[in-house]
């Protein structure tokens, strides 16, 4: 299996940061991989698409790029509601995988 | 408007067997890919399985392959989870999961939108 490797796996930031998430793949993935956000007691929602393909009605500070095996998430001004834990999840093989997540606090 | 209802978790013994049962409504649920994936207590993302659109292909996570099966009721806008042999680390939440997908002309490339997700529905194994 694919194994993601996100780093890090949690990290401080204040309002109106630039926050970056890495997502790194065991192996070459192309550019199939999303991007995913969870807060507590809540299902995910999604971000990014094939890397960075914004999903409708995710707010523009949001980015994804990267391709191969190594990927990042960028939020360009963090907001309140951006404190969450963010998940890559590649969809180049079978079984899919996600990273192990990263916690912004 | 989307939704997808899970319904069946409970708590079951070691070696037990139960059924999830997800209940989609607002869209055309016969030309989506249908996907599970679990959260462990406090712990990440595990995508599980997936199915077609016509139940003509399903794939598995290695852990669960041999022990769950996922399937699909068209008719009844419905998709299902069976699992048998159940084990204490399948204990999560399973969530009930469309796949949108999303397909790139310019390079005939497919992707995984998982673009709607239940609210989830708590599986505890347990003696």
């Known amino acids: 299996a694919i194994q993601m490797t996100q780093s890090p796996s949690s990290l401080s930031a204040s309002v109106g940061d630039r926050v970056t998430i890495t997502c790194r793949a065991s192996?070459?993935?192309?550019?199939?991989l999303g991007w995913y956000q969870q807060k507590p007691g809540k299902a995910p929602k999604l971000l990014v698409y094939?890397?960075?393909t914004l999903e409708s009605g995710v707010p523009s500070r949001f980015s994804g790029s990267g391709s191969g095996t190594e990927f990042t998430l960028t939020i360009s001004s963090l907001q309140p509601e951006d404190f969450a834990t963010y998940y890559c999840?590649?969809?180049?093989?079978?079984?899919?995988?996600f990273g192990q997540g990263t916690k912004v606090e | 408007e989307v939704q997808l209802v899970e319904s069946g978790g409970t708590l079951v013994q070691p070696g037990g067997s139960l059924r999830l049962s997800c209940a989609a409504s607002?869209?055309?649920?016969?030309?989506?890919?249908m996907t599970w994936v679990r959260q462990a207590p406090g712990k990440g993302l595990e995508w599980v399985a997936n199915?077609?659109?016509?139940?003509?292909?399903?794939f598995y996570l290695d852990s669960v392959e041999g022990r769950f099966t996922i399937s699909r009721d068209n008719a009844k806008n419905s998709l299902f989870l069976q699992m048998n042999n159940l084990r204490a680390e399948d204990t999560a939440v399973y969530y009930c999961?469309?796949?949108?997908?999303?397909?790139?002309?310019?390079?005939?490339?497919?992707?995984?939108?998982?673009?709607?997700w239940g609210q989830g529905t708590l599986v505890t194994v347990s003696s």
């Open positions: 999961v469309r796949d949108r997908e999303y397909h790139d002309v310019s390079t005939e490339s497919w992707y995984d939108v998982f673009d709607f």
């Open positions: 607002g869209f055309t649920f016969n030309i989506y890919w």
């Open positions: 199915i077609h659109q016509e139940s003509r292909k399903r």
């Open positions: 192996q070459g993935i192309r550019n199939d």
């Open positions: 094939a890397a960075s």
């Open positions: 999840l590649q969809d180049y093989g079978y079984p899919r995988t």
